[in-house]
């Protein structure tokens, strides 16, 4: 599984994202609890991340702001629950411009021969939510503005 | 309206499918609401509701030519959503790119220090 795989059966609230690393599992893990190593690779190339607060803690709390290069900035926010571990992290995850749609995420990490998979379990709080960021996202969002409306519109009655 | 008031708007609009639907035919070109209903087994009244929401997110416009009514697609908002959503499509992939040369270099590193 060298490319990222992307699964969201239709009717469910769940989104599962899983990808290999070619790298053990408590480096993997560091990567994804360390704020200086998180700033490097959580986001697009393009996008600048600045982790303002990492409590990796039970009850902790974490907030990260994105930057893009028309200075425009994105801002998140959860809280971790059960203290953070390669077998378990689990937080929540919000999104400050559409807030109060929450959605809890997920993460284990399994190794196998010094490979690392990393699995993401994505729950939304309703169908909708996740199909507005499915359908709207990931089936019809991939195409830039500049592309014609009707074959976006196209692309989302594949839902 | 705030961007953020604005996305949350358009997302509730989109997440219905009969909503896309009638979407999907205004990129056509304007329509009655008598034409919009006519593919759906649903009622002219209960179009014209999916339109109050579909207005109220600014992706649909009203405008009258002679005595029909017309709705007209806005195409704004959903470029506005389009640009943010792609943003997140793309996130996992160059992510997790971006996160295979940190671990690949802090590998080095290690068997370096070692």
């Not at chain 1, 990260?64 to 059960?82: E, I, L, R």
């Not at chain 1, 089936?139 to 409306?149: K, N, Q, S, Y």
């Not at chain 2, 792609?86 to 160059?94: I, L, N």
């Amino acid at each position: 599984m060298l490319k990222t795989e992307i699964t969201a059966e239709p009717g469910s609230t769940l989104v599962t994202i899983t990808r290999d690393f070619d790298a053990p599992r408590d480096l993997v893990f560091r990567a994804y609890t360390e704020p200086g190593l998180l700033e490097q690779w959580l986001g697009p190339r393009g996008l600048t991340t600045v982790v303002e607060r990492y409590e990796v803690r039970d009850g902790g709390k974490w907030r990260f702001v994105q930057t893009d290069s028309d200075d425009g900035t994105y801002a998140f926010h959860g809280v971790f629950h059960g203290d953070p571990a390669p077998e378990a992290i689990v937080q929540t995850f919000e999104f400050e411009g559409v807030p109060g749609h929450v959605k809890l995420d997920t993460v284990t990490l399994t190794e196998h021969d010094g490979k690392t998979r990393v699995r993401t379990v994505a729950a939304f709080t309703c169908v909708e939510d996740r199909d507005a960021m499915i359908a709207a996202g990931m089936e019809w969002g991939v195409r830039e503005g500049d592309e014609r409306l009707a074959e976006l519109l196209a692309k989302l009655q594949v839902g | 309206m705030k961007t953020a008031d604005r996305l949350s708007l358009v997302f509730g609009a989109l997440a219905d499918p009969t909503r896309r639907e009638i979407l999907t035919r205004l990129a056509q070109g304007e329509a009655t609401v008598a034409e919009l209903a006519a593919p759906f087994s649903m009622s002219q009244p209960a179009v014209s509701k999916h339109l109050k929401v579909l207005e109220e997110a600014g992706l649909v416009s009203r405008t009258r030519r002679a005595t029909a009514r017309l709705s007209r697609l806005e195409a704004e908002p959903l470029r506005e959503v389009t640009t943010w959503l792609a943003r997140y499509q793309r996130f996992w992939d160059e992510s997790h790119e971006r996160l295979d040369d940190l671990l690949a270099a802090l590998q080095e590193k290690g068997n370096d220090d070692a």
